[in-house]
Nanobody
Framework: QVQLVESGGGLVQPGGSLRLSCSAS????????IGWFRQAPGKEREAVLC????????YYAESVKGRFTISRDKGKNTVYLQMNSLKPEDTANYYC???????????????WGQGTQVTVSS
């Protein structure tokens, strides 16, 4: 069964850091791109950034440049989203999803995780 599972969300103060994990089962994650998306209450799901099959970070949200990065651990079949200098406006449910190529379009992605909540608040 092809599945993605996110973890690592939680409550963090402004300026803090979190690392989200996206673990895959049923397929080899390194052969696909992984996109990270987020959805805040009352808003549409938006693309944040994507890691290509050559491990290049492709940013879709200007607001996270310089603060968020994606990395891949092929041995653990897991992708990580490192989030630094977090701001209250980063509060959202974060999802990972897989596709054969990076795209900022939600509709392009095939398999989605269940999401993990990130709350940035003092």
């Amino acid at each position: 069964q092809v599945q993605l599972v996110e973890s690592g969300g939680g409550l963090v103060q402004p300026g803090g850091s979190l690392r989200l994990s996206c673990s895959a089962s049923g397929f080899t994650l390194s052969t696909y791109v992984i996109g990270w998306f987020r959805q805040a209450p009352g808003k549409e799901r938006e693309a944040v950034l994507c890691i290509s099959t050559t491990d290049r970070n492709i940013y879709y949200a200007e607001s996270v440049k310089g603060r968020f990065t994606i990395s891949r651990d092929k041995g653990k079949n897991t992708v990580y989203l490192q989030m630094n200098s977090l701001k209250p406006e980063d509060t959202a449910n974060y999802y990972c999803a897989t596709n054969s190529y990076c795209s900022g379009s939600v509709q392009r992605y095939d398999v989605w995780g269940q999401g993990t909540q990130v709350t940035v608040s003092s």
